[in-house]
């Protein structure tokens, strides 16, 4: 009885160990797989052409990624510059000048709409912000803007992203311990003083791990963005030209590009490229949140 | 700082409530219970059904092979293995910044996976990409909850004479609120996730009747719709948006509910 109780726990503990391992691996299977498709094209052109070059012409077999990685950074720039200040303002209320029953009301409220799916925000984009921007904003601007923007995608990212900073922000300035606030009141500083002194300077590098999250969200939203940017592969002169996401890009020609073998390891490489980069982000802020958290259990 | 606050808050009120008055003028009951109907793209007859029911078993697909699949990583991480194991450490990274990739590299990888093994786009390739999507979210939420359990609990049941298989079965009855937090949190993301089923779930008009079909999803039945030139067609798609934007909701609803619950109970 108390044999096979214990060649259970040994079976148990190594199937375990196996899916722990197999897990792990999945995120090194995807880079590789991802890899493993771009290497034609990696084979015909080199890299820094292929990101320099705003040739996109695939029945040339001409692929360059400069106008999708310029749409790209415009939107999430745009987003992050929005979203940004206003994030770390209404954090800052939140957590610093609120009264703990409104807090109690406000936080569940805003983790409530994070959970909320891009492709709705998409929705609520063509349904207010791009016909503001034809009607409203562009005509002060320029001739003609149908809307579809780069402005308008930046918009609707920085609206979803809101929640993500914020929560991020919350759980940072939740690390600065109490008593150091205590100090700098019995000091005699005003509250704007304490934080802008004390919580806003330890939380310089929380600050800037959840600029760098929200940065690789963005980056890689996708419905959203696909459906209130425009999408015309043409390099923007104003935010209220129409552009052409890379994420955009895979979603719209991965259908049809399969008669094309160029063309599919053209779109693996922009997949493979969006995989590294959210990685790093990804990777170098969780390990910054980790260190913060450490710090605040010392 | 209110002014702030004021912005970002109404900017989410306003999401409701452009969804929600938008949504209800165009629902109607034709929309939840009837599959589309002969020219339904161009305006007839017909409902989502079809988008929803396939939503629905791509969700709970996902869930239930996730949960197979991380329910055995938890527990190897947080019981079997030593508190100081590198292995645990950097299984919760991978998992963290695999939260963070974006669906689309999933339905891409998804998408060579299936080609390799010649499928075609089916619901099960869309169940097994979206489980990938969904892994990360299922560990992080149960092993902070298991984390969180007293290691005065083990210590009991290790004392008693306990094996760890069995010590794993007392954890998990003891987290099981926050399980069903971690299983709602996934599945509210499974069903508004649209990137990672667009290349591998397919689309179609019927229910799928077995998992080689391919499956219809709401987030892309809404996508789809929304760009018919057709007003009615547009009108449906703000009435989907409506009809998941509730899923959601009650789904994270839920979630907080249990949540509460495992803190109530919490020693």
Known sequence: ?298 | MVLATTIIVGSLVMILWTITVRGIRSLNWDMVSKVPEGGFYIGKGGGLLNAIIGSVYITMGATLLGLLISIPVVLYINIYARKDSWLATVARFTFDVSFGIPSIVYGAFGFTIMVYFGLRASLLAGIITVTLVIIPILARAMDEVIRRTPGELSDATYSLGATRWETSKVFLRQSLPGIMTAILLSSGRAIGDAASVLFTAGYTDSIPASLGQPAATLPLAIFFQLSSPIQEVQDRAYAAALILTVIVLIISLGSKYFSKKLSKNKI
């Not at chain 1, 579809?148 to 929560?167: D, H, K, R, T, W």
């Not at chain 1, 919350?170 to 919580?199: K, Y």
């Open chain 1, 1 to 298: 009885m108390s044999r096979y109780r214990l060649i259970k726990d040994r079976i148990s503990g190594n199937l375990f160990l196996v899916f722990t391992h197999l897990s792990i691996l999945t995120v090194v299977l995807i880079g590789a797989g991802l890899y493993g498709k771009s290497v034609p094209i990696l084979k015909q052109s080199s890299f820094f052409h292929l990101l320099f070059s705003s040739e996109w012409k695939p029945f040339k077999n001409q692929f360059g990624f400069l106008t999708y990685i310029v749409g790209s950074l415009i939107v999430t720039g745009l987003a992050i510059v929005i979203a940004l200040p206003l994030s770390l303002l209404t954090a800052i209320f939140i957590s610093e000048y609120m009264p703990r029953n409104l807090k109690r009301l406000l936080i569940p409220f805003i983790d409530l709409l994070s959970g909320i799916p891009p492709v709705v925000y998409g929705v609520w984009g063509v349904l207010t912000i791009v016909p503001f921007i034809q009607d409203k904003l562009a005509p002060h601007f320029v001739e003609f803007s149908s809307g579809y923007s780069a402005l308008a995608g930046g918009v609707v990212l920085a609206v979803m992203i809101f929640p993500l900073i914020i929560s991020i922000l919350l759980e940072v300035f939740n690390t600065v311990p109490q008593e150091l606030r205590d100090a700098s009141f019995s000091l005699g500083a005003n509250q704007w003083e304490t934080v802008s002194h004390v919580v806003l300077k330890k939380s310089v590098p929380g600050i800037l791990a959840a600029t760098v999250l929200a940065v690789s969200r963005a980056l890689g939203e996708t419905i959203a963005v696909l459906m209130v940017c425009g999408n015309q592969a043409l390099m923007p002169h104003s935010i209220l030209d129409p552009v052409y996401p890379l994420p955009a890009l895979i979603a719209n020609n991965y259908g049809d590009m399969l008669s094309i073998p160029m063309y599919d390891s053209a779109l693996m490489l922009s997949a493979l490229i969006l995989f590294v980069i959210i990685f790093l982000f990804n990777g170098i802020s969780r390990i910054v949140l980790y260190r913060l958290e450490r710090r605040s259990y010392a």
